[in-house]
């Protein structure tokens, strides 16, 4: 059963770090790109970064770029979000997913896990 389950959220200050986990489980995910996207209250679901299924290749958001890193543990199917420098807009519910790239604009896959909530305090 493909499962995907995100983890390592909480209440942090600006200017704080974080680091997101997801592990992903079942063989939809092998040899995919992965994503994270994020939620605000009252805001659409956005992309955050994607990763290829090497590693040879990371994309991110203008509002992220700099402060986030993604990274991929193939061999424990997983999928890290290392957030540095946080701010208050930065506080949403993120999720990870399968991503694909569609004219310019990058798309999660159709079943998404439960986020895990980062909020962060100015």
């Known amino acids: 059963q493909e499962q995907l389950v995100e983890s390592g959220g909480g209440l942090v200050q600006a200017g704080g770090s974080l680091r997101l986990s997801c592990a992903a489980s079942?063989?939809?995910?092998?040899?995919?790109?992965m994503g994270w996207f994020r939620q605000a209250p009252g805001k659409e679901r956005e992309f955050v970064a994607a990763i290829t299924w090497t590693g040879s290749s990371t994309y991110y958001a203008d509002t992220v770029k700099g402060r986030f890193s993604i990274s991929r543990d193939n061999a424990k199917n997983t999928v890290f979000l290392q957030m540095n420098s946080l701010k208050p807009e930065d506080t949403a519910v993120y999720y990870c997913?399968?991503?694909?790239?569609?004219?310019?604009?990058?798309?999660?896959?159709?079943?998404w896990g439960q986020g895990t909530q980062v909020t962060v305090s100015s």
């Open positions: 997913n399968l991503a694909r790239l569609e004219r310019s604009r990058w798309f999660g896959g159709d079943s």
């Open positions: 079942g063989r939809t995910f092998i040899g995919r790109t």
